[in-house]
């Protein structure tokens, strides 16, 4: 079965500063791996998907993840952060099995920004 | 636009009742979820629906029903039998069968119990 773990539930940065939010998964099969983007009551919005080919990933707001299937991870960065990244993010992985939808989330990582 | 609308925004049930929370699609997607969201729980799968007429439960199913007799419709009931319905509540549609597709999502409703 697939699943994700995320390093940290809540990360704080300087205006600036290089964001890092961690992502490890677990999967028996290639997996297809996605990260998400909530700000504050609203619904999660896709920032970058990795499918096959490439590994280092370009999004949306200048983020990028790089899958590195040797350390089972999909870390997000972002070399300057603003103060409108300020959100939560989520990593998803595809889920195989059937009984669990289309995707299986990871708890969530909140990035503070501080000015 | 296509997209996916979720309403109401927010939503206030008194204990006991049943309440609706209406999703609708405009994206021709067979595949529906209803997910619930609470502080540091991540998402977690109430039901899912793969084609008209047919929907399977989710990880925390208890308390909750869906129908779906419409491609662009997937409505959750949140009975009397939650316990604790209090949380945010995220419907998504996705192209049914294809892994490498994201999930579209709704704003959300947010249902209180006063």
């Known amino acids: 079965a697939q699943s994700v773990t995320q390093l940290g539930s809540h990360v704080s940065v300087s205006e600036g500063a290089l964001v890092l939010l961690r992502c490890n998964y677990s999967?028996?099969?290639?997996?297809?791996l996605f990260w998400y983007v909530q700000y504050p009551n609203q619904g999660l919005q896709l920032l970058l998907k990795y499918t096959t080919g490439a590994t280092l990933v370009k999004g949306i707001n200048g983020f990028e993840a790089e899958f590195k299937k040797s350390e089972t991870s999909f870390h997000l960065t972002k070399p300057s952060a603003h103060m409108s990244d300020a959100a939560e993010y989520f990593c998803?992985?595809?889920?195989?099995?059937?009984?669990?939808?289309?995707?299986?989330f990871g708890k969530g990582t909140k990035l503070s920004v501080k000015p | 636009d296509g997209g996916i609308t979720q309403s109401p925004k927010y939503l206030f049930r008194k204990e006991g009742q049943n309440v609706t929370l209406s999703c609708e699609q405009n994206l021709n997607h067979d595949a529906m979820y209803w997910y619930r969201q609470d502080p540091g729980q991540g998402l977690r799968l109430i039901y899912y629906s793969q084609i008209v007429n047919d929907f399977q439960k989710g990880d925390i199913a208890e308390g909750y029903s869906v129908s779906r007799e419409k491609k662009e419709s997937f409505p959750l009931t949140v009975t009397s039998a939650q316990k604790n319905p209090t949380a945010f509540y995220l419907c998504a549609s996705s192209i049914q069968g294809a892994k490498d597709t994201e999930a579209f999502f709704g704003q959300g409703t947010r249902l209180t119990v006063v």
């Open positions: 998803a992985v595809s889920d195989y099995g059937g009984s669990q939808g289309n995707l299986i």
């Open positions: 999967s028996s099969v290639p997996p297809y």
